[in-house]
């Protein structure tokens, strides 16, 4: 197994530990307030939790199912977090989420426009009760324009910015990236990253304020590099025809004897020169500048593949791999954990008995920590309705009239 993740005191095994953790990340102090939903808002939660956040999911009360609690929850995605069952359409769900607000610094809500101000929750419910709230919005395609409206998902959000026609092989379709450039890259991250600097206002002095992150922006944003490139006459418009969409046969993956796969990835020319070197090969354009001339690829990428094609996998990981010729076998989810570099640096970790990539980037200060495991929904309602002030008669009452589970 990985090494434990190093701002974890190693001493302290953190899913046996207090809700607390032993370490302090950088956001202890700040609270937030979730609206449960899937994909991107539960990732900008979990990266504002594992920062040291105290982040309050609010379940639907339909997801709740007692007789789950104190087992384990597979869903990595939500740990972190305290959560409260609530029917947001109830009577008096709307005055308890807003007691929640009144003392929180965050809210994170990722319904189509709109539906936060038909429940009573929408921006200027909020503010109202507290004007210094950060209220993060996150969606598709945005809270304006032509398309805000409709449902969508990553690949749709991706199609129209131009970043999944670049993606996939010459003279074949476009191919499907996962939805990591969109739900969590373009997403998710852009969300945190939105509040984290909405916080950072609010803290100087400024109000309260709206940050509307939307997938189309935020994964179009991560394209930025590419339109340079393409100002700079470096980047066709066809697939598979550049440097870094696999055209190029010194920046693409190879299959090995054993039917496993290196990814190669020597750009710069002393890179090439070591990659050359060090198997050995001459390829035919040379092994200088003759390279980045597109006429050359495909005689050049006939014959790295037939060299790779001559060793395993991990043979040639250990030939190539500790040096610079920029080579690395590609694992699959099983293996990742297991790579001695990813190991020690404790790139992921085992938290209440789950393997999950651990929270980054590092801090030399105040790191980031795994304090909770995904909680089940309404696993801590009445923790936190006592949080509130509420009595027990009074929890009882909420939860006899099902406003909350």
């Not at 990591?180 to 939105?194: E, N, P, Q, S, V």
């Not at 020597?266 to 006429?295: C, H, I, K, M, N």
């Not at 789950?354 to 009445?382: L, N």
Request: charged letters at 20%.
């Amino acid at each position: 197994m990985p090494a434990r993740y190093p701002s974890v005191d190693p001493s302290v095994d953190p899913s046996d530990g207090p809700a607390d953790g032993p370490a302090v990340g950088p956001l202890h102090g700040v609270r937030v307030v979730e609206l449960a939903g899937i994909g991107p808002g539960p990732f900008a939660a979990m990266m504002l939790a594992d920062m040291g956040a105290d982040v309050i999911r609010v379940d639907r009360t339909a997801d709740v199912h007692p007789e789950r609690f104190g087992t384990p929850h597979p869903d990595v995605l939500n740990r972190g977090r305290r959560s409260i069952g609530v029917d947001l359409k109830a009577d008096g769900a709307r005055q308890l989420v807003l007691d929640l607000v009144r003392d929180s610094d965050v809210l994170l809500e990722g319904f189509r426009p709109g539906v936060t101000e038909r429940l009573g929750l929408g921006p200027a419910d909020c503010h109202e009760v507290n004007p210094r709230l950060v209220y993060g919005r996150m969606t598709g395609w945005g809270q304006d324009g032509p398309n805000a409206g409709y449902a969508g998902h990553d690949l749709t959000y991706l199609a129209p910015t131009g970043i999944l026609h670049a993606i996939g092989r010459a003279d074949e379709r476009p191919v499907p990236p996962l939805n990591l450039i969109g739900d969590f890259g373009g997403g998710g991250m852009m969300l945190a990253f939105g509040v984290v600097c909405a916080l950072f206002d609010v803290r100087a002095g400024g109000a309260g304020q709206v940050v509307d992150a939307a997938i189309v922006d935020g994964a179009t944003l991560l394209s930025t590099a590419l339109h340079g490139l393409r100002g700079l006459g470096m980047w066709r418009n066809e697939r598979g025809a550049n440097l870094l969409d696999g055209g190029a046969p010194f920046y693409d993956t190879y299959e090995c004897a054993d039917g496993r796969f290196v990814a190669v990835g020597a750009l710069e020319p002393r890179f090439y020169a070591e990659l050359v070197t060090r198997t050995g090969l001459r390829p035919p354009s040379g092994d200088g500048q003759g390279r980045f001339d597109p006429d050359s690829w495909a005689v050049d990428r006939a014959a790295w593949a037939e060299l790779f094609r001559s060793r395993t996998r991990d043979e040639w990981a250990t030939l190539l791999e500790h040096g610079d010729a920029c080579v690395a076998p590609v694992l699959d989810w099983d293996e990742a954990p297991e790579h001695p570099h990813l190991a020690a640096r404790g790139v992921f970790v085992s938290h209440a008995g789950a393997v999950q990539p651990a929270p980054a980037p590092r801090f030399s200060r105040t790191p980031g920590a795994i304090r909770r495991p995904p909680p089940h929904p309404g696993e801590h309602t009445d923790e936190i309705l006592a949080d509130l002030g509420l009595s027990p008669a009074a929890i009882a009452g909420l939860r006899e009239n099902r406003t909350v589970a």
